[in-house]
């Protein structure tokens, strides 16, 4: 268990996290036609999708401790955002018969330069489909999801932790588990929510240019945390007092 | 029998996610949800009328969080109320499953006419029979992805021994099983077929995007044969997606070789191979495939 003041610490972090993971995994609603880079959904709630699943998984360990509980959930938002790049690019291996290739790096524009893909080397230019910025999830943003998905990961179950904390002296256990489930939840959807202003529908994750205006994600992120984490604080301190049960 | 409850729990969960997620990919495609609604929405603007079952109520995962907790929240308060023997459990969200669909053929009707209504300007008519023909084979679908995830949280409840509430499981399992089915079914119906008639091989180009096919193999293209082509390989890979999640998930927490460390030991190693896949995949596409020239 954790002081509540950290708690309420640890709850800013783990919004501030949430929200910058948003920009590292890539996601298009316009992949959905095979015409962009990354999976075929918005930003927002791809990133919700696997980070609710890591605070599913960290559920399981919520008696063993807040290191075991922030790996678990990290590991199990890796796990989902991985086996749905797989799937997305099977599907568009198969079903549309276009291999994986990054719009962004083909065009030369990619955060690090060059038109070839920055872990494996392939080239990417002359691979997208005339007329389109690129499609499916090559190597690279793969890798940028999964480190995306880490950090969505261990705040989801860092938010969780804290507010499990926080309600536990004044709730019976098989409550404050859920409690905490619906609050981080609650925490993780307004996070990612607020990064899809500065993305505006589509990001290839670290190697899209919009990774430079993380700052501003960070910031809304903050403030908005910070007010959400005073809330609960309060709230959790007049529930412990026995002011409201 | 702590074991062999998990072994069960492992299977069916695995087993009943499968199953949802073939289930919500046909109900998404069927009623042209998600993100490739916005074809379908463009398509009256560059003069292609057409008949399908035009119903985005939200995006695919909030959309689906709601009928599944819905019907996991019923059927939670009527096995409170009657028992939790598997029988009850079962009755109990059927009846659950059953009151989420009126809620999604209610959203789907108004969703729909008012989507159709605001393309007036662009001479797109309200054809009843596009509404009504594959109302019901929508609602069928989200009847069984609610049924089967309102299964799949009292699995996770009682099997697998989440210590989260039933309602609050399948509300996280109705926004994994939308953001999974949103970024893997739907590029088979986004992507081919909706665009039949252009050439297999390429994604679709952003100046030819609206133009859809309203034409099928006779007469009119509905929304009823969607799911009949989507379900042989969009539905069946968002379902393995999903099952495949649920089930390593709960794979990985059979083990004990490392103590409370042993699943993310487990999942870590999982992640890796995962990725070794992707990579093979992308070899063997980029070979199969290659570049795009210019003929």
């Known amino acids: 268990m954790v002081d509540p003041l950290i708690a309420t610490i640890m709850i800013i972090a783990g919004g501030v996290l949430v929200g910058v993971c948003v920009h590292f995994i890539p996601a298009s609603a316009t992949g959905a036609m095979a015409a962009a880079t990354g999976i075929a959904t918005g930003p927002s709630m791809l990133s919700a999708g696997a980070g609710l699943t890591g605070i599913y998984a960290a559920a399981y360990s919520i008696d063993s401790g807040l290191a075991l509980v922030i790996v678990s959930g990290a590991v199990g938002s890796a796990l989902m955002l991985l086996i749905t790049i797989l799937c997305g690019n099977i599907m568009l291996a198969f079903g549309i018969g276009a291999p994986p290739v990054s719009g962004q790096t083909a065009s030369g524009k990619s955060t690090f330069g060059g038109t070839k893909d920055i872990i494996t080397g392939f080239e990417q230019e002359g691979y997208a489909s005339p007329g389109t910025d690129g499609h499916g999830m090559p190597f690279q943003t793969a890798v940028s999801g999964g480190f995306g998905a880490l950090m969505g990961g261990a705040g989801g179950a860092l938010v969780f932790y804290a507010v499990y904390s926080m309600t536990l002296p004044a709730i019976s256990t098989e409550n404050v588990v859920t409690l905490a489930g619906i609050v981080a939840a609650g925490v993780f959807l307004i996070n990612s929510v607020l990064p899809a202003y500065v993305l505006v529908g589509k990001t290839e994750g670290m190697f899209d240019m919009k990774i430079r205006s993380m700052h501003r994600t960070f910031i809304s992120c903050l403030v908005t945390s910070s007010i959400v984490a005073c809330v609960i604080y309060a709230v959790c301190e007049l529930a412990v007092s026995e002011v409201i049960v | ?295």
Request: aromatic share 14%; hydrophobic share 50%; charged share 10%.
């Open chain 2, 1 to 295: 029998m702590a074991a062999i409850s998990l072994l069960l729990g492992t299977a069916l969960a695995g087993f009943l996610a499968f199953l949802a997620g073939v289930f919500e990919d046909s109900e998404s495609n069927a009623g042209s949800a998600s993100n490739p609604n916005s074809q379908v929405q463009l398509a009256p603007q560059i003069g292609n009328r057409h008949r399908y079952f035009n119903k985005a109520i939200s995006g695919e995962p909030p959309a689906n969080a709601l009928w599944a907790t819905t019907a996991a929240t019923i059927a939670y308060l009527l096995t409170a109320h009657f028992g939790g023997d598997a029988f009850s459990v079962l009755v109990a969200s059927i009846i659950g499953a059953a009151a989420s669909t009126l809620l999604l053929c209610a959203y789907g009707v108004l969703s729909h006419i008012s989507r159709i209504a605001s393309m007036k300007n662009f001479e797109q008519t309200l054809y009843w029979d596009s509404l009504l023909t594959p109302l019901p084979l929508d609602a069928a679908f989200g009847f069984l992805t609610a049924l089967m995830l309102t299964l799949l949280a009292f699995s996770a409840h009682s099997l697998l021994g989440n210590p989260f509430s039933v309602p609050l499981l399948a509300f996280f399992f109705g926004i994994t099983i939308g953001a999974i089915g949103s970024s893997t079914g739907d590029i088979y119906y986004g992507a081919e077929r909706l665009y039949q008639h252009y050439i297999f091989g390429s994604g679709i180009p952003i100046s030819v995007q609206g133009d859809i096919d309203v034409k099928g193999e006779y007469g009119y293209r509905n929304s009823v044969d969607t799911p009949y082509f989507t379900m042989r390989f969009g539905g069946l890979v968002t379902g393995l997606a999903f099952g495949i999640l649920i089930f390593l998930d709960a794979w990985s927490r059979l083990f004990t070789f490392a103590g409370v460390w042993t699943s993310v030991i487990v999942v870590s190693v999982l992640v890796l191979i995962i990725l070794i896949f992707i990579y093979l995949l992308e070899v063997y596409t980029r070979k199969r495939y290659g570049r795009y020239t210019e003929d």
